[in-house]
């Protein structure tokens, strides 16, 4: 098996070249996570200007990847994804995504993970899909209730590159079952570190090369650096985090991109024709700020992503209000936010309820001041979750605001209607709520307003499926807040609602 020496990973970026001259072999790996629909540029609002520039999206990307082809020819280049192909924009939604999948097939793509969001629609979705547009999916660790590896995917596929057999092995989240649609609760997730040892036992001889490609999160694919360490590259996702020159935990080197198709990671291996061994590396991520010249352009992906925009885009440009400041997330897990307070007192709102929260995981953007399109809101609440009313006991209540503050295994709670006193520290204490002012009482029913991927178990609070009565509206979320703008402004709500003692 190929292992970058520790030598060579402190030389990425440099290169070393041999004493003597070597038959070299070269292989380019090029990796993406997390697009989630992007099918058209969006404002890189983290970037200096008036508008923003515009970055990424599914047609610079599939222009950046035909360069890399032309550069150095395709049977020297893998193209991998992370997971999270749709959920996120509209365009990603159509079909229940299928059709933004075809897209992302025409781009290239050799191996594309299973991220959780692809199971948003059930599993008879997922496999649908990927029936429909030949997806070449990976997924390893999942097991059906026989026991055997889910059949909608592969554990993994091999390609033949720079001389080389490359396997690409797929490995998703054991959390799944608590973020996604109910049908994942009927599978197995087997430790992604354990399966990826099973699956090199199956291969044994048979390639040259394995690469994870995982939707794990960065500190989930470190366990499977140090676990197995003789890795080259491991191609990440789910945790949406930049890596701009990648991270390497012991001598692997692991590669996340961001989200939303802004970035193109690339990895460059020269090898020794003969051994195999790998002689020098280069890594870097490419920012998709620049709009590609006629010429460079994919045809195909611009034609699909093209037809998708349009036929989303004359009912999402539609302005429904005025934001008077931005509507922000929150950047510390004891603090509420603007886009958190103005969700949670929306929900609270429309059932007149007494209390309610809202899953932070579940806000996907922050918007800017100034007006507010239908997109907007479709991005800051992308998934197809409604309103629910809960009468639910005092101790369940509390019970649930307590994991949110004492928990890690989810992305915290905003409320509307509660304050909640908490220690501060590496382990914070929820030591006291406030309902509307007054003491919370455990013993005491009360309306609890929240959305249906909280109400059934998700995030695992599973206190709530304690509650007495259940209402379910069905409008979206997002309708919901659009319909608070009401064509006027808004200004987002400041107050923090988390005492901190």
């Given amino acids: 098996m190929l292992r970058l020496s520790g030598l060579l990973l402190a030389a990425l970026c440099v290169g070393l070249h041999p004493a003597s001259r070597i038959e070299e072999s070269h292989l380019v790996?090029?990796?993406t996570n997390d697009v989630h629909g992007q099918a058209k540029p969006r404002p890189a609002t983290w970037l200096k200007g008036d508008p923003p520039p515009e970055v990424g999206g599914l047609p610079r990307l599939a222009a950046m990847v035909k360069a890399v082809h032309e550069e150095v020819g395709e049977q020297n280049v893998l193209l991998l994804d992370g997971g999270d192909w749709t959920q996120g924009t509209p365009e990603g939604l159509m079909n229940e995504g299928a059709s933004f999948v075809e897209a992302m097939v025409a781009v290239?793509?050799?191996?594309?993970?299973?991220?959780?969001?692809?199971?948003?629609?059930?599993?008879?979705?997922?496999?649908?899909m990927i029936q429909a547009t030949g997806a070449p999916a990976v997924l390893a660790n999942v097991r059906a209730e026989d026991g055997e590896r889910v059949s909608l995917a592969p554990s993994?596929?091999?390609?033949?590159?720079?001389?080389?057999?490359?396997?690409?092995?797929?490995?998703?989240?054991p959390v799944t079952p608590s973020i996604t649609h109910s049908d994942a609760k009927a599978l197995s997730f087997a430790d992604p570190v354990v399966e990826l040892t099973r699956v090199r036992a199956e291969l044994g001889e048979a390639v040259d090369l394995v690469i994870p490609a995982t939707h794990l999160g960065v500190d989930t694919d470190r366990l499977i650096a140090q676990a197995h360490p003789d890795l080259p590259f491991i191609v990440g996702g789910h945790s949406h985090t930049y890596l701009r020159e990648g991270v390497i935990e012991g001598e692997v080197l692991i590669g996340q991109v961001g989200s939303k198709a802004s970035n193109l990671g690339r990895l460059d291996l020269w090898l020794d024709s003969e051994t195999h061994e790998v002689l020098r590396s280069e890594y870097k991520v490419v920012s998709l700020l620049d709009e590609p010249a006629g010429e460079a352009r994919s045809e195909v992906v611009d034609a699909?992503?093209?037809?998708?925009?349009?036929?989303?885009?004359?009912?999402?440009?539609?302005?429904?209000?005025?934001?008077?400041?931005?509507?922000?997330?929150?950047?510390?897990?004891?603090?509420s936010s603007p886009a958190g307070n103005l969700i949670a007192d929306t929900f609270r709102a429309h059932f007149d309820a007494e209390c309610a929260f809202q899953n932070r995981g579940g806000i996907r953007c922050d918007l800017p001041k100034g007006a507010v399109t239908r997109r907007d809101l479709f991005e800051i609440l992308p998934f197809g979750n409604h309103p629910v009313l809960l009468e639910l006991k005092g101790e369940h209540l509390e019970g649930t605001l307590r994991q949110a503050v004492e928990g890690t295994s989810h992305s915290g709670l905003e409320v509307s209607g509660l304050t909640l006193e908490v220690t501060g520290g590496d382990?914070?204490?929820?030591?006291?709520?406030?309902?509307?002012g007054e003491a919370l009482d455990p013993k005491r029913t009360?309306?609890?307003?929240?959305?249906?991927?909280l109400a059934e178990g998700g995030d695992n609070f599973l206190l709530l499926a304690e509650a007495e009565s259940v209402t379910h509206d069905q409008i979206y979320l997002r309708t919901l807040l659009e319909q608070r703008f009401k064509g006027g402004s808004l200004t987002p709500p400041i107050d923090n609602r988390y005492r901190v003692r």
């Fill in 446 to 453: 009360y309306r609890v307003a929240t959305n249906n991927f």
């Fill in 427 to 436: 382990q914070p204490k929820l030591v006291g709520v406030l309902v509307n």
């Fill in 108 to 128: 290239g793509y050799d191996a594309m993970c299973v991220g959780n969001h692809e199971l948003d629609h059930g599993l008879a979705s997922l496999e649908a």
């Fill in 304 to 335: 699909l992503c093209a037809a998708l925009v349009a036929k989303s885009e004359a009912k999402m440009k539609e302005v429904v209000g005025e934001l008077t400041a931005p509507l922000t997330r929150a950047k510390s897990s004891l603090e």
């Fill in 29 to 31: 790996i090029l990796h």
């Fill in 156 to 173: 993994h596929r091999i390609f033949d590159r720079a001389g080389l057999k490359v396997a690409v092995v797929g490995l998703l989240t």
